[in-house]
């Protein structure tokens, strides 16, 4: 190959006249494209969920996202941008969620993130998208890693274990009065940060945790479980548990005539808890981040799950999608028309105390990224949920 | 305590027990380990579901339809996906099983979702009678009382009718079988319907307490499969004691070890039986001449 050769301030002019080209073309598409992911009349948003394998019951979350969009765009869209969800499914097992991630931000070169389900499977992309700059809002999950340490990009909304099950114990402790307490967890790493924070609470608040029965995912018979719980003496139960779970131990101790006041973490606050435990949920109570769905603030979620869901269930899945997507849109219309994520971000930041429909006190900071620290108690009575304290953030 | 975990334990041993009768009938008549059993099962119980939620038929009618409807599927599966197969190996056909499994759950996620529902039986599972010191549930009482008929009838089955001995003939010795004039086929194909309707059975008892989803008999299944083979992949008799006793001490381990052992224990035994006794407790080794 022959090499051109000239003398060196030929070649500095080159390419200080290209490096001015470059510059100028970058001017250029910045005022059409302002950003990764934003047209003039379209934002593309990416989320994963399990929509097919074993924890396919939540992909609800992610339809109710979509369908929160739409109506967002029925209405005009936000600053003029119609919103664009790329839901891909990931089977709820880390090593998909990998895959489909890269592609939504290599090929498909979506803006942000939104509501991505699970623990284990957002941990699988947590670094990546912190490290390449592309903002994750909203990940659905209650692991507490999220915003502890905080991560620029990642903005951690749901209440994190750590905090609920203090808030839990605190309020059986302080409000119920409970003499002897006990939990029933789940026996993984998540029952277990519930674990640490029920114990941890109880001693400070010096009451006796007389109990710990932990449950294995695939367990059908819960006799032996209910038997324990009875034996330990304890006034109050904390579930740290599934709804299946729940419902069957809940059943079992009532056959064997064990009634302890049951206060259940928010996985529960769910109509279908009525038909799977019958007259034995009756007077629980469960702890919920969000507006109670059956609410009369929460009039325009009912609505808008007959109108654009209306095959899907009311429960904890869509009304936590509902949440996380009026959370996007909230911010979405805050950084206005010139979007970047730069600017997503800063408008993240100044989110204090903010309530929509169903998302509750939501407050984000310079170097704060858990959303969310309060919540409320609700008790089971004859087929609904009745709000039966105040709000109440850990101290 | 130790009377009210045998009585639940063998409760959900007799449960264990249907699914591992179904896997033995089936092994014991085609050799193959039908991975579809507990997934066949929830289709079932599924169909029960509708025809109960969906069409209002009162229960008994309900829980007939959806028997003859697991028969047919049982016998359709056999027709459709095993018999097709030219020059069959062991390992083929448990790949067909796997692969119908499959099929099965994905269906049954597409047409009646993934979240979880609850079963309208009119068996309370609230309603408790008192034996003593014992509770025992409405719904436990009717799996044990169910599942004792169902085997009596199975073994009565296999003793004294034609078709039965004809099965238990064809599992032993397929080429004489045949020579002494059984249709192979047809008793196949009668061979997995019966076992779709066992597990149908005890997807619908089962159901009250675990709830509909499509994920209801993973575990099930994993039982029986312990089950039959600690108790005899070839033995009846095996598959019941087998699914009983696994029953009882998973409620024992749970209730006086530590519960977080209890879905471990069955494979514990399991190793340890299958390095002892590899036929299993009741199990009888066939030579075969090849």
């Known amino acids: ?395 | 305590m130790l009377a009210q975990l045998i009585v639940s334990g063998l409760a959900t041993g007799c449960l264990y027990a249907l699914v591992a009768l179904g896997l033995v009938i089936v092994y014991k008549a085609s050799n193959v380990f039908n991975f579809a059993q507990g997934d066949m099962a929830m289709v079932s119980t599924f169909v029960t579901f509708t025809l109960l939620e969906t069409l209002r038929i009162p229960f008994f009618w309900a829980v007939l339809l959806a028997i003859v409807g697991a028969f047919l599927l049982g016998a359709l599966f056999e027709i459709c996906l095993l018999r097709p197969v030219k020059h069959p190996t062991p390992l083929g056909l448990i790949i067909i099983t796997v692969g119908a499994q499959q099929i099965l759950y994905g269906v049954a996620g597409w047409i009646w979702g993934y979240d979880t529902k609850a079963f309208p039986s009119p068996i309370s599972d609230m309603k408790i009678y008192r034996f003593g010191g014992l509770v025992i549930s409405e719904v436990n009482l009717w799996i044990l009382i169910v599942s004792v008929l169902l085997m009596l009838a199975l073994l009565l089955f296999f003793r004294y009718t034609r078709l039965g001995i004809a099965i238990r003939a064809m599992s032993q010795n397929l080429i004489t079988a045949r020579l002494m004039g059984v249709s192979a086929h047809w008793t196949l194909s009668l061979t997995w319907g019966i076992a779709s309707v066992l597990g149908a059975v005890a997807g619908i008892l089962i159901a009250p307490i675990t709830f509909l989803d499509p994920n209801m008999m993973l575990n099930p299944l994993l039982k029986a499969f312990a089950a039959a083979t600690l108790g005899g992949m070839n033995s009846f008799a095996g598959a019941v004691v087998g699914g009983g006793s696994l029953g009882i001490l998973e409620n024992l381990v749970g209730g006086y070890l530590t519960p977080e052992l209890k879905e471990s224990v069955a494979f514990f035994v399991i190793i340890l039986v299958l390095c002892v006794r590899p036929s299993g407790l009741l199990g009888r080794h066939y030579r075969r001449h090849l």
């Open chain 1, 1 to 395: 190959m022959r090499r051109v050769r000239g003398t060196s301030w030929q070649i500095r002019s080159l390419w200080l006249s290209l490096l001015g080209l470059t510059a100028g073309l970058n001017l250029i598409s910045a005022a059409f494209a302002a950003e990764v992911g934003v047209t003039e009349t379209t934002i593309k948003l990416g989320t994963y969920q399990p929509l097919s394998g074993p924890a396919a019951s939540y992909a609800t979350l992610g339809r109710t996202l979509a369908a929160y969009f739409k109506m967002v765009n029925d209405r005009g869209g936000i600053h003029g941008r119609k919103i664009e969800l790329l839901i891909r499914d990931d089977g709820y097992n880390p090593a998909n969620t990998r895959l489909v991630v890269k592609e939504l931000v290599e090929r498909e070169k979506v803006f942000a993130f939104v509501g991505g389900l699970g623990t284990a499977t957002g941990l699988a992309v947590m670094d990546y998208l912190n490290d390449g700059k592309i903002p994750h809002v909203a990940p659905a999950s209650g692991y507490s890693g999220w915003s502890n340490p905080p991560k620029r990009y990642i903005f951690a909304q749901s209440i994190n274990y750590a905090v609920e099950s203090r808030l839990l114990t605190q309020y059986a402790a302080e409000q119920l009065n409970a003499k002897k307490l006990a939990i029933f967890y789940q026996n993984d790493p998540l029952g277990k940060e519930g674990l640490e924070g029920v114990t941890d609470m109880a001693q400070k608040k010096r009451v006796p945790l007389v109990g710990s029965i932990s449950y294995e995912r695939t367990d059908t018979d819960f006799t032996s479980h209910a038997l324990k719980l009875q034996r330990s003496g304890a006034d109050t139960v904390l579930l740290w548990a599934i709804s299946k779970a729940t419902a069957s131990l809940l059943k079992e101790a009532a056959k064997i005539g064990y009634r302890p006041q049951w206060v259940s973490s928010l996985v529960n606050l769910d109509p279908v808890m009525f038909k799977l435990a019958g007259e034995a949920w009756e007077g629980a109570i469960v702890a919920s981040p969000y507006t109670l769905y059956d609410a009369t603030e929460a009039a325009p979620y009912r609505e808008f799950m007959m109108k654009y869901l209306p095959n899907e269930p009311i429960g904890g899945f869509s009304i936590g999608g509902y949440a996380m997507a009026e959370i996007m849109a909230e911010a979405l219309r805050r950084a206005g028309r010139d979007l970047t994520r730069e600017r997503l971000i800063e408008v993240l930041e100044t989110f204090k105390n903010w309530n929509g429909v169903l998302a509750h006190n939501i407050t984000w900071g310079p170097g704060k990224r858990q959303g969310q620290n309060s919540l409320f108690f609700a008790k089971a009575v004859k087929g609904e949920y009745i709000k039966i304290s105040d709000w109440f953030t850990l101290d």
